[in-house]
Antibody, heavy 118, light 112 residues
Framework: QVRLQESGPGLLKPSETLSLTCNVS????????WNWIRQSPGKGLEWIGN???????SYNPSLKSRVTISVDRTKNHVSLTLTSVTAADTAIYYC????????????WGQGTLVTVSS | QSGLTQPPSVSGAPGQTVTISCSGT?????????VHWYQQLPGAAPKLLIS???NRPSGIPDRFSISKSGASASLAITGLQAEDEADYYC????????????FGGGTKVTVL
């Protein structure tokens, strides 16, 4: 059973860079499309992007200029970087895995709350 | 930005059937992309509830079923139970967004 655990700083100031890590256990990180999704307080889900180890990444056009997703097979983790954060980036950030680009998101982490405030 | 439209809320008494609609466009559901549904219980992370072709992960009862027609899809919950009270999200891909995943706005199901 694949298990995902997100981690990262809970509080950032505007204009700083958000860096999150998703630790993957229970299976090899290769062969899955790793996605990041976020949920603003009291709001719905927003897809940020995904990556398959060894291939290029895909990003939500609305965030593409600020987002980077990477996969580290040696550490079995997935990373998310979001630059120039604002209060609008305050959200719970989830890591999720799919067994194909078009397949459903089978595995979800418990999420990590990131607050952007001065 | 293209997306999927869901009703904000639906409600029903225990034992009843409720249906949640997910309206898309010709660039997502209407383009033939699979539609998946997720359940988010209060205070928890979302989880896959049912995927295209009515594939349910282990442990998900067959009270949950989906259908699709044209640019719309729907999730039906039959024999509604108190434990079904949650937020439900549909998800598809959109070729106007370079194949990005898109989510519906979510529907709160209340068991009366």
């Amino acid at each position: 059973q694949v298990r995902l655990q997100e981690s990262g700083p809970g509080l950032l100031k505007p204009s700083e860079t958000l860096s999150l890590t998703c630790n993957v256990s229970g299976d090899s990180i290769s062969g899955y499309y790793w996605n990041w999704i976020r949920q603003s307080p009291g709001k719905g889900l927003e897809w940020i992007g995904n990556m398959l180890h060894g291939e290029s990444s895909s990003y939500n056009p609305s965030l593409k200029s600020r987002v980077t997703i990477s996969v580290d097979r040696t550490k079995n983790h997935v990373s998310l970087t979001l630059t120039s954060v604002t209060a609008a980036d305050t959200a719970i950030y989830y890591c999720a895995g799919a067994q194909g680009k078009w397949r459903p998101l089978d595995y979800w982490g418990q999420g990590t709350l990131v607050t952007v405030s001065s | 930005q293209s997306g999927l439209t869901q009703p904000p809320s639906v409600s029903g008494a225990p034992g009843q059937t409720v249906t949640i609609s997910c309206s898309g466009t010709s660039s997502n559901i209407g383009a033939g992309y699979a539609v998946h549904w997720y359940q988010q219980l209060p205070g928890a992370a979302p989880k896959l509830l049912i995927s295209d072709n009515n594939n349910r992960p282990s442990g998900i009862p067959d009270r949950f079923s989906i259908s699709k027609s044209g640019a719309s899809a729907s999730l039906a919950i039959t024999g509604l139970q108190a434990e079904d009270e949650a937020d439900y999200y549909c998800q598809c891909h959109d070729n106007r967004l370079s194949g990005s995943r898109v989510f519906g706005g979510g529907t709160k199901v209340t068991v009366l």
